[in-house]
């Protein structure tokens, strides 16, 4: 039983059948790191609450995964350390980072994460210099750039944002649970968000 291994191979095979490179790079990431995972560590979630019961064991495999993995994610708010978001959004997106600069294991070209938007929120619009792919294993939200209409988007979607491109993403009366992942100028200082 390797919880946490399951889970990265799991992720590894998403973002590989994405079909871009920077999906190859993630999978890659994960993969390597999974060879990493022998004990892993355990961590108390201060999300714990709204993680697990965001998650819905009908739907895509992940859902299981996240939950049997649970004791060992590292889970925080998004990205208070750079103090990017403010705090009270934050709190309300919980996010982990797999592998990354700041990831549990330490990848310096991609970060792969997970990420949970509650319900309620308009988060954006955003922009970063990585290019950016989520997979959304649960809920739904309205989805939209500069360059393309809102449409909502629920399970097994993928959603890809260019390098740069404006985006945002708004839950109402759900949560979106997502994997996501970052290749190209990951770093945190390209990053703004507008209308804080
Ligand atoms: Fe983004």
Redesign the pocket.
């Known amino acids: 039983m390797e919880p946490l291994k399951n889970l990265y191979l799991a992720l590894a095979e998403i973002f590989d059948s994405e079909g871009r490179e920077g999906g190859a790079q993630a999978a890659e990431a994960l993969i390597n790191a999974s060879h990493k995972i022998k004990q892993p560590e355990k961590y108390t979630n201060p999300f714990l609450h709204e993680v697990n019961s965001s998650l819905n064991f009908q739907a895509h495999i992940l859902n299981r995964l996240v939950l049997k993995a649970s004791p060992y994610i590292k889970w925080g708010g998004s990205d208070l350390r750079e103090g990017r978001i403010p705090d009270d959004l934050a709190n309300r997106m919980p996010m982990a980072e797999l592998v990354g600069p700041d990831g549990m294991f330490f990848n310096e070209t991609v970060r792969v994460g997970l990420w949970l938007q509650n319900k309620g929120i308009v988060y954006g619009p955003?922009q970063?210099e990585a290019e950016?792919t989520f997979f959304i294993f649960n809920g739904e939200a309205s989805w939209e750039t500069k360059l393309t209409e809102s449409r909502i988007l629920g399970p097994n979607t993928y959603i890809f944002?260019p390098s740069n491109i404006l985006?945002t993403s708004i839950t109402t009366s759900s949560f979106v649970f997502t994997a996501w992942r970052w290749s190209g100028n990951i770093g945190f200082e390209k990053y703004t968000l507008h209308n804080k």
């Open positions: 955003r970063h950016e944002h985006h």
